[in-house]
């Protein structure tokens, strides 16, 4: 946020105490279901493409949670019959934010497998998530994937995209049976495909399949080079992130997660 914008913002509470105190506590106090809204939609700025460039762990600057993250997940699913397609990094796609990622592949089933350890840059260096997913494209436009992310997912779901979530299960092999049933589930047939040539095209293509759901549904538009939000998707982002509603989504994770575990077998 510019001084400017935080010095006219303190004026306006400021102004709004003086006249009436109740509604300058009640402004003061409910800043940031209005204000968040506000700052999202001026500040916020997604580039089309993303910078995606190789990852070289031990030569590129990463904190250390973040290579071992990548490291292990790595580990993991190599003995399921995965092999590392590349490690990357994103940088550049939202304000102070880099993103590394290691990507695998199961070359017989065309199952993906992602881990991903997101931390802001600059002066602190800070946790943001870390993440493993898979994920699996069917004829017909269809997609399955399943993470054990436990981040709020702001942002309008992908038509045709099933996406499952078991917060914060670090058990690979197990996520991946739990992936493996949900296939079975989604896609009797087994028929699956890969819709980009290499590690870069997929992850450029997960990009733009995900910006372009939330301009279709109205929540981002195109200016320029950039994916900014409307109003009304600057208002659904930020109030998914706030009391109460972040609470009860993160319950109903939890909930979803544990009965469809049990659904499965597993």
């Known amino acids: 946020m510019s001084p400017v914008f935080l010095l006219l913002l303190v004026a306006i509470i400021a102004l709004l105490f003086w006249a009436n105190f109740w509604l300058g506590a009640a402004a003061a106090l409910t800043a940031p279901y209005w204000l968040g809204p506000v700052v999202l939609r001026l500040k916020t ?19 250390e949670w ?3 993250h990548l490291a ?9 019959g995965f092999k590392v397609a590349g490690s ?7 304000a102070h934010v880099r993103t590394v990622v290691v990507l695998l592949l199961q070359p017989e089933t065309r199952v993906l497998a992602l881990g991903m350890a997101v931390f802001t840059e600059g002066a602190v260096v800070a946790k943001q ?7 699996t494209r069917f004829a017909g436009d269809l997609a399955l994937t399943t993470s054990n992310s436990d981040q709020i997912n702001v942002f309008a779901p992908i038509p045709g995209r099933t996406c499952e979530r078991f917060p914060a299960l670090r058990d690979v092999p197990r996520l ?6 949900l296939m079975a589930r989604l896609a ?5 495909e890969l819709t980009a040539s290499g590690p870069v095209e997929l992850l450029l293509d997960g990009v733009t399949r995900e910006m372009s759901a939330q301009v279709a549904a109205g929540l981002m538009w195109i200016d320029g080079e950039h994916y900014r939000p409307t109003w009304r998707g600057a208002a659904v982002y930020a109030w ?8 009860l989504e993160r319950a109903r994770l939890r909930r979803r997660a544990a009965a469809l575990g049990a659904e499965l077998g597993e």
């Open 45 to 63: 700025r997604y580039p089309l493409r993303p910078q995606i460039e190789p990852y070289r762990p031990g030569v590129d600057p990463a904190p």
């Open 66 to 68: 973040a290579r071992l």
């Open 72 to 80: 292990t997940v790595a580990a993991a699913f190599t003995p399921l």
């Open 88 to 94: 990357f990094q994103i940088a550049k796609w939202a």
């Open 129 to 135: 998530a870390s993440v493993i997913e898979i994920a």
């Open 176 to 181: 991946f049976r739990l992936h493996r049933a």
């Open 188 to 192: 009797p047939d087994g028929v699956t």
């Open 240 to 247: 998914k992130l706030l009391f109460p509603w972040k609470q």
